[in-house]
């Protein structure tokens, strides 16, 4: 099973908008709405922020959506802000059962 | 409230094995899967199985299959990793997190964390 592919670094200016995409195949993305999105502080555990493709948990704030369009998802934070400087994973369903990550993105806020 | 536990850190030799706990409290156990999570340094996350506190059931990725075990022990609402022939590629923080389930339906989503268990394989 192969990672999913995300871009390494994405960068934006408080206050804009930023998308990180995901891709992968016709097998995971594609196949299931069980995309999910983490972000990731250093020294600190994953949090879940996205979950089905485009839900959010309870408690996290509306600034973050997901979307998905064929074998390509995307996380969108809107209202960049310096707390949201982290790294960002997406994670599909791939059948089996079995998960697979994306290679992460680091976000910086300029 | 949900909580996942994790035991400490280990220090390993290439070729041994090494068990890592993961201890839940706050919620239904048999409701959720236990999924594990490895990080090596400065690395992604990668996905190595998940485990059915419901019926003991587990799946493994491939990649780990034949050299791994999960196992969940309902006396002590604590699930196990156990990963043998350890080489230094092992050397990672392992992290256990619960499925997002309601309703009967699960949904991928990895809702709780453990804190993480840095494990280090060196001679």
């Known amino acids: 099973q192969s990672a999913l592919t995300q871009p390494a670094s994405v960068s934006g200016s408080p206050g804009q908008s930023i998308t990180i995409s995901c891709t992968g195949t016709s097998s995971d993305v594609g196949n299931y709405n069980l995309v999910s999105w983490y972000h990731q502080h250093p020294g600190k555990a994953p949090k879940l922020i996205i979950y089905?493709?485009?839900k959010r948990p309870s408690g996290v704030s509306d600034r973050f959506s997901g979307s998905k369009s064929g074998n390509t998802a995307s996380l969108t934070i809107s209202g960049l802000q310096a707390g949201d400087e982290a790294d960002y994973y997406c994670?599909?369903?791939?059948?089996?059962?079995?998960?697979?990550f994306g290679g992460g993105t680091k976000l910086t806020v300029l | 409230q949900v909580q996942l536990v994790q035991s400490g850190a280990e220090v390993k030799k290439p070729g041994a094995s090494v068990k890592v706990s993961c201890k839940a409290s706050?919620?239904?156990?048999?409701?959720?899967?236990i999924h594990w999570v490895r990080q090596a340094p400065g690395q992604g996350l990668e996905w190595m199985g998940r485990i059915s506190p419901n019926s003991g059931g587990a799946n493994y990725a491939q990649r780990f299959q034949g050299r791994v075990t999960m196992t969940w022990d309902t006396s002590i609402s604590t699930a196990s990793l156990e990963l043998s022939r350890l080489n230094s590629d092992d050397s990672a923080t392992y992290y256990c997190?619960?499925?997002?389930?309601?309703?009967?339906?699960?949904?991928?989503?990895?809702?709780?964390w453990g804190q993480g268990a840095l494990v280090t394989v060196s001679s």
């Open positions: 997190a619960r499925e997002y389930c309601t309703g009967g339906r699960c949904y991928s989503g990895l809702d709780y």
């Open positions: 089905s493709d485009n």
């Open positions: 706050g919620y239904i156990f048999t409701d959720h899967y």
């Open positions: 994670c599909s369903y791939a059948g089996g059962p079995s998960l697979v």
